[in-house]
């Protein structure tokens, strides 16, 4: 079946330091991927997505680029800030498997000290 | 902006009761979901509702579990009798259409069963 795996956290990261945040995946077809971002005390909201191979989303200064030949999906941050405090979980929704519910990661939390 | 809000934000009962948690889903949304995180544990898809029925369910989603869609608006979780083992953050989910695989998440009702 589908599959997640992220990198392991706590991340701790100075102001201004560099992230990346590891995600690889297991699908039957060819899905599609998300990372979502849970900030302390609220819902889980769409960070970024890609669809297709190549491709890379981005948004408030994070990328992440759908690499199919390696079956991943991490997500990156050239200056994290300590507003960037949070918890991100990498997910695909997988149209072999009717497209209809998205598969999570474990989530990583990301800590930003100043 | 219009959102999808849960209520309880966080419930304790005894094992055994039953429980229902409550959502209400973006309005003009026809796809809805539950997901639970167990602590440190990944966020799990449990069900989904379309067209006043379950579309999916997972293996967790056993017969102590079941949705209702009761009045057009709120789209509810009832937990039959609960486990020691269901305690774990609830989300529900909504989405407009079949074509995106994005899904709008509440910010959870927190269960704990004692």
């Known amino acids: 079946g589908d599959s997640v795996t992220q990198m392991e956290g706590p991340v701790t990261l100075s102001e201004e330091a560099f992230l990346t945040i590891n995600c690889t995946y297991t699908a039957t077809g060819y899905p599609s991927l998300f990372w979502y971002v849970q900030y302390p005390g609220e819902g889980l909201q769409l960070l970024l997505k890609a669809t297709k191979a190549d491709d890379k989303g981005s948004n408030k200064g994070f990328e992440a680029t759908y690499r199919k030949e390696t079956t991943s999906f991490h997500l990156e941050k050239g200056s994290v800030q300590v507003s960037d405090s949070a918890v991100y979980f990498c997910a695909l929704s997988d149209p072999a498997g009717g497209g209809n519910k998205l598969t999570f990661g474990t989530g990583t939390q990301l800590k930003v000290e100043l | 902006e219009p959102e999808v809000t849960q209520t309880p934000s966080h419930q304790v009962t005894q094992m055994g009761q039953e429980v229902i948690l409550r959502c209400v889903p973006i309005s003009n949304h026809l796809y809805f979901y539950w997901y639970r995180q167990i602590l440190g544990q990944k966020v799990e898809f449990l069900v989904s509702f379309y067209n006043n029925e379950i579309s999916e369910k997972s293996e967790i989603f056993d017969d102590q579990f079941s949705v209702e869609r009761p009045d057009g608006s709120n789209f509810t979780l009832k937990i039959r009798s609960t486990k020691l083992e269901d305690s774990a953050m609830y989300f529900c989910?909504?989405?407009?259409?079949?074509?995106?695989?994005?899904?709008?998440f509440g910010e959870g009702s927190r269960l704990t069963v004692l």
């Open positions: 989910a909504s989405k407009p259409g079949a074509t995106t695989g994005e899904l709008f």
